[in-house]
């Protein structure tokens, strides 16, 4: 079983909804990072987050340590918002080991 | 703003040859890591270095892979005699303190025939 799901696998929204990404763990952890990887295969960290909630602009993360459960919320989409949103974790106490879920697929139509 | 580079962004090799791949890290950070991600599949942690050792690693960093900071700006991955299966997106990272994010570098694509 994989230490870190996400779901849905993939999302199809129109421009303007409101989207949801979860991601459960089932390990301890010491952050929970959500990425964003553009259809060319860059990387860019949107979040580093080990309680509460943060916010950047229309992003906004959430994370429930006792549930094991974290979500991104994308106010607003926009067809640039397309693109796989990952979810990885910092296993234990460790700050380097990073182990990352597969994946949200997110195509944002006009 | 400061980025982490990769350099070549698409190798081609023959299977049993030896790769080298480039990183420069951000100038001030001081952990570093690689990871590989197998096209279709999920991203996967490879290594962290720090203070010019290996950290950690995953089952993956066997004895084909190593890892050096040759020169104090380069962080280099070497695959000494590549697989087929070593066919991936490898991407470096780099950050700058405990509780900080990592910057991921754009990618090399290997490809291994």
């Known amino acids: 079983k994989n230490e870190v799901e996400q779901s849905p696998q993939n999302l199809t929204a129109q421009e303007g909804e409101f989207i949801t990404i979860n991601c459960s763990y089932s390990?301890?952890?010491?952050?929970l990072h959500w990425l964003q990887q553009h259809p060319g295969g860059g990387i860019v960290s949107l979040f580093m987050l080990s309680s509460g909630k943060k916010k950047h602009g229309r992003l906004i993360a959430t994370i429930n340590i006792q549930e094991k459960h974290s979500s991104l919320h994308i106010t607003a989409s926009h067809p640039r918002d397309s693109a796989v949103y990952i979810c990885?974790?910092?296993?234990?106490?460790?700050?380097?080991?990073?182990?990352f879920g597969p994946g949200t697929s997110l195509s944002v139509i006009p | 703003e400061p980025e982490v580079t990769q350099t070549p962004s698409h190798q081609v090799t023959q299977m049993g040859q030896e790769v080298i791949l480039r990183c420069v890290p951000i100038s001030n950070h001081l952990y570093f890591y690689w990871y590989r991600q197998i096209l279709g599949q999920k991203v996967e942690f490879l290594v962290s270095f720090y203070n010019n050792e290996i950290s950690e690693k995953s089952e993956i960093f066997d004895d084909q892979f190593s890892v050096e900071r040759p020169d104090g700006s380069n962080f280099t991955l070497k695959i000494r005699s590549t697989k087929l299966e070593d066919s991936a997106m490898y991407f470096c990272?780099?950050?700058?303190?405990?509780?900080?994010?990592?910057?991921f570098g754009p990618g090399t694509r290997l490809t291994v025939t």
């Open positions: 990885a974790v910092n296993k234990g106490t460790s700050y380097d080991k990073v182990i």
């Open positions: 990272a780099s950050r700058g303190g405990s509780y900080y994010e990592q910057y």
């Open positions: 390990v301890g952890i010491s952050a």
